[in-house]
């Protein structure tokens, strides 16, 4: 495992013969298996979580620079433009249109955006239900189960 790790997931055909459970290996290797799962799982929780702890500082740190944006604005609209050191603030002025009412637009100004996919619920069902579905099939898989 610490080769693979070391090969940042890269597996070679030597890794995976070595990582084969054979009938006298199965108890010693399925227990380290279970080990490696179990240490992965805990990991990939921790970087979620890290995710999310990153991704509350960038909101954070998003809302105080558009605040502080905000409050030099106030102060370029209050004393005008100024200088301090190398740095100018001012006016730039711009145009973003704002929708009021999107019921009055023209329809030749109008976009439509369809995503069509399939109900794989709802085929899954019908299917079971003895239905045929062309161009899809229900497939059995095997799942591991840890208890």
């Known amino acids: 495992m610490s080769e693979i790790e070391d090969a940042e997931g890269e597996v070679t055909e030597e890794n995976l013969e070595l990582l084969k ?16 799962i179990k240490n992965k799982e805990a990991e990939n929780t921790l970087i979620d979580e890290e995710i999310k702890r990153l ?4 909101k954070s740190n998003t809302s105080t ?8 604005l106030d102060a370029v ?19 973003k249109l704002e ?4 019921t009055k637009i023209p329809d030749n100004f109008m976009v439509s955006k ?15 239900n003895g239905a045929f579905v062309d161009g899809v099939e229900l497939v059995e898989c095997n799942n591991l189960k840890i208890n």
């Open 114 to 128: 369809t995503t069509v996919s399939p109900n794989k619920t709802e085929i899954t069902k019908a299917i079971k």
């Open 55 to 58: 991704q509350s500082i960038k």
């Open 77 to 95: 609209n209050i004393f005008g433009a100024y200088e301090v050191g190398f740095s100018k603030f001012g006016i730039r002025k711009s145009k």
């Open 99 to 102: 929708v009021l009412d999107q």
């Open 65 to 72: 620079v558009d605040r502080l944006k905000t409050n030099l």
């Open 21 to 36: 459970i054979n009938e006298s290996e199965r108890e010693g290797k399925s227990i380290a298996y279970l080990s490696v």
